[in-house]
């Protein structure tokens, strides 16, 4: 269900309702934010930004906007936290108290609560109002997180903890896709598999340096079958695909066939590839955003899934990567 926008909350909250909302926000800053990396975080005016719209960059954010008032709020909200930590990360549920942001609320153009929003690459996908039952709240997640995966995000279980994973800020410190190698040393856990990813990682690096694909993919492939998703050695796995695409590539005639047949998607995923390859970055992931604007069915797919497999080529906070996928999103919804 798509959210009605020309609703305000102007007079709908007394002051009584205000005060007691300002006092339990006094009270949640003097205590700090507990939980603010869990799977269910308090959001306020001020957190807005960066725990809902830069979070739903890498994995998507169900909003609760609820009010101590709110009788159908108590039966709803139990049950969206109760899926928050059943997805343990894979989506992050960020409740906010309408009472104590009335500003966000009305930029939110709430019609009235409990409402529950998706957020998803920075914009906002989907929704519904009421406190539906658990049943018709999962088949909604479901779609959800179907909008998410079309997107090219696939968070896992778990995911919550990503900011404290010392593989993820190595992935963090890298450059690739402008000709470097995937950024940083990951740390793996203890033991046989730890020590497996390490070596494998440290020859697959090696073979990259030596220009030996074939040896770095078959070593990013081994830390993958012991470390699923692990982003160092998915990135380097997508870079091994790109160099091997553009290196088949008769550039000329593929930026002929690309000028000749703009509505190409294949043509104009081969001169994204050769503009990333060469470290135009901004201008490959246009080029397939014009596509995207351009063309519908199968040409727009072929489009979108080349787009997000260059993503992959990135750390998952590249703001570059930010950006393109929040376009991408306003483009499909």
């Given at each position: 269900m798509k959210q009605p926008r020309d609703f305000s909350l102007h007079?709908?909250?007394?002051?009584?309702?205000?005060?007691?909302?300002?006092?339990?926000?006094?009270?949640?800053?003097?205590?700090?934010?507990?939980?603010?990396?869990?799977?269910?975080?308090?959001?306020?005016?001020?957190?807005?930004?960066?725990?809902?719209?830069?979070?739903?960059?890498?994995?998507p954010v169900i909003l609760d906007l609820w009010a101590e008032w709110c009788g159908p709020c108590k039966q709803l909200s139990p049950v969206l936290e109760k899926l928050a930590e059943e997805a343990d990360g894979a989506w992050i549920l960020a409740k906010v108290d309408v009472d104590a942001n009335p500003q966000l609320s009305a930029a939110l153009q709430v019609q009235s609560i409990p409402m529950v929003v998706a957020v998803i690459a920075g914009q906002i996908a989907d929704g519904f109002l009421g406190a539906l039952p658990e049943a018709q709240v999962r088949d909604w997640l479901d779609q959800v997180m179907g909008v998410a995966a079309q997107l090219g995000l696939q968070p896992q279980a778990g995911a919550a903890a990503d900011e404290a994973d010392p593989s993820a800020q190595a992935a963090e410190g890298g450059q690739p896709g402008d000709g470097g190698q995937p950024g940083g040393m990951p740390a793996y856990a203890d033991g046989a598999a730890g020590a497996q990813a390490r070596s494998a990682m440290a020859a697959a690096q090696a073979a990259m340096e030596r220009g030996d694909l074939d040896a770095a993919a078959a070593e990013f492939e081994r830390v993958l079958a012991t470390h699923p998703g692990d982003p160092v050695a998915t990135m380097g796995v997508q870079q091994v695909g790109l160099i091997r695409r553009v290196e088949s590539y008769d550039q000329a005639k593929a930026r002929r066939d690309a000028d000749e047949h703009p509505d190409d998607a294949e043509a104009q995923a081969r001169v994204a590839d050769i503009d990333m390859a060469m470290g135009k970055i901004e201008a490959s992931f246009e080029r397939l955003l014009d596509t995207i604007r351009r063309t519908s069915g199968d040409e727009r797919d072929i489009a979108r899934k080349h787009l997000i497999g260059l993503f992959e080529i990135f750390p998952p906070k590249d703001p570059r990567v930010a950006k393109a996928r929040a376009t991408l999103s306003s483009l499909l919804f």
């Open positions: 007079g709908a909250i007394d002051l009584g309702a205000r005060q007691a909302a300002a006092q339990r926000r006094q009270r949640a800053a003097e205590q700090g934010s507990p939980g603010q990396n869990g799977t269910v975080i308090e959001v306020t005016e001020e957190t807005f930004n960066t725990d809902v719209v830069a979070r739903s960059r890498s994995v």
